[in-house]
């Protein structure tokens, strides 16, 4: 009807799509529906009412303050690589395997030590107290009830301590590394103290992030909405730098992107400096797999940051067998950037994962409902992975080969 808007006429959210999906403009809109896939229609009320992950990402949008979500939900410059990630999986097909006894099934592993339930990790993600006033210290209560490793990340914005408490296991912990030495060792030592078995290095961000468009819109430096939640270590480190330098003249962020651009050196010297086991996060090709091999890393995570480091569109599912060639089964292999189902973390397993890594997914937990959406979140994604286990034949981790998986080429050439 003239002079009402197409929202008014009682149109549902699904005609709204189909009317948007028609629409010339879409190509513009897309990058925000990566993850907007087997929705729900309504709001979820409680973490328990949650058929998939999916379902917790609008009550999260809900939840949170605009630059929040966008902070959460954001790639850089065109999104490419963060709807890359999601669209690869659909190339992969799966082979099932009939009449395999699988009333039973054993999902746990050890990886460098550390001892998994489960496969599925939880991926290193910074400032949580945006999402949820307990932050970390949820998410690592969630961890511990439902006996999933956690990654912590250098920018959390609770002290590494009082995270391992909570957590009452290993953490991993992550590292974003200075050349500035005294900085990188006093982490390193840091660390060591807290008991983590692992250093998780991760070099996929060269320098201080950039080209985040979304959330540049917000203008964080000013933000009050924005400057409520960075507290983190990293976050102070940097305006501490940037008060000093600025009392001499020198351009704090300039210097620390510097400081922030690594070579094989100092990772050489990182892996001297320190007993605990050493994992480079942010690998993506065989070259790189083959130094790391030659410089005595323990252990990859494949990685384009999900999607926010460079817009290369390059997702790390098909960058993965890759790697795996590369490495030749010297050292473990994780991978992260995309997984949201059971499915997903079948096929990276399938292609030669030891372990999957997921981030969004139990934030979108973490600021729905707290510590029991995280633990709903953990729950659905591990009885998804045990389903298609059984559909698949396989009732061990190790029983999962890439016989089980074909590619949508390899389909279309036959």
């Not at 007993?275 to 030659?294: R, S």
Request: proline share 5%.
């Amino acid at each position: 009807m003239p002079g009402e808007s197409f929202l008014a006429i009682g149109t549902t959210r699904r005609e709204l799509l189909r009317f948007l999906f028609a629409s010339p403009l879409f190509p513009l809109m897309a990058a925000s529906d990566a993850d907007a896939e087997g929705e729900n229609q309504e709001l979820i009320a409680t973490a328990s009412d949650a058929i998939n992950v999916f379902d917790f990402r609008p009550v999260a949008e809900h939840k949170l303050a605009p630059a929040h979500y966008t902070y959460l939900s954001m790639g850089v410059e065109h999104e490419i690589t963060l709807n890359a990630n999601r669209e690869a999986f659909a190339k992969i097909a799966l082979r099932p395997r009939r009449l395999v006894d699988v009333r039973h099934l054993d999902t746990g592993r050890e990886i460098l030590g550390t001892k998994l339930s489960s496969p599925l990790v939880l991926a290193p993600v910074g400032s949580q107290r945006m999402y949820h006033p307990e932050a970390e210290l949820a998410v690592a209560r969630a961890a511990r009830r439902k006996d999933h490793l956690q990654i912590l990340s250098m920018g959390a914005s609770v002290p590494l301590e009082d995270v391992v408490e909570a957590r009452q296991g290993s953490i991993w912990y992550q590292l974003y590394a200075q050349r500035i030495w005294p900085v990188t060792r006093q982490v390193l030592k840091r660390a060591e103290a807290a008991g983590c078995p692992a250093i998780v290095l991760t070099v996929d961000i060269v320098g201080l992030p950039t080209n985040r468009e979304r959330i540049d819109r917000f203008r964080r430096a000013e933000n009050p909405e924005c400057q409520s939640c960075h507290a983190s270590a990293g976050q102070w480190l940097l305006q501490g730098a940037e008060r000093i330098a600025g009392a001499i003249g020198v351009d704090a962020r300039a210097m620390i992107a510097r400081s922030m651009m690594l070579d094989w050196e100092l990772v050489d010297r990182i892996r001297d400096a320190t007993p605990l086991k050493l994992i480079i996060k942010g690998i993506l090709t065989a070259e790189d797999a083959h130094l790391c091999v030659e410089h005595g890393i323990d252990g990859i995570i494949v990685s384009n940051h999900g999607g926010r480091a460079e817009d290369s569109g390059l997702a790390t599912i098909e960058i993965l067998p890759e790697i795996v060639g590369a490495v030749s089964e010297r050292i473990p292999i994780l991978v992260d950037s995309g997984f949201r189902r059971g499915t997903d973390v079948f096929k990276a397993l399938a292609l030669g994962a030891s372990a999957v890594c997921v981030g969004r997914p139990y934030l979108w937990g973490l600021a729905a409902f707290g510590e029991v959406g995280v633990e709903a979140v953990l729950t659905i994604l591990r009885r998804e992975l045990e389903t298609i286990m059984r559909q698949m034949g396989t009732p061990t981790l190790g029983a999962i080969t890439p016989a089980f998986v074909q590619s949508s080429a390899a389909v279309e050439a036959e």
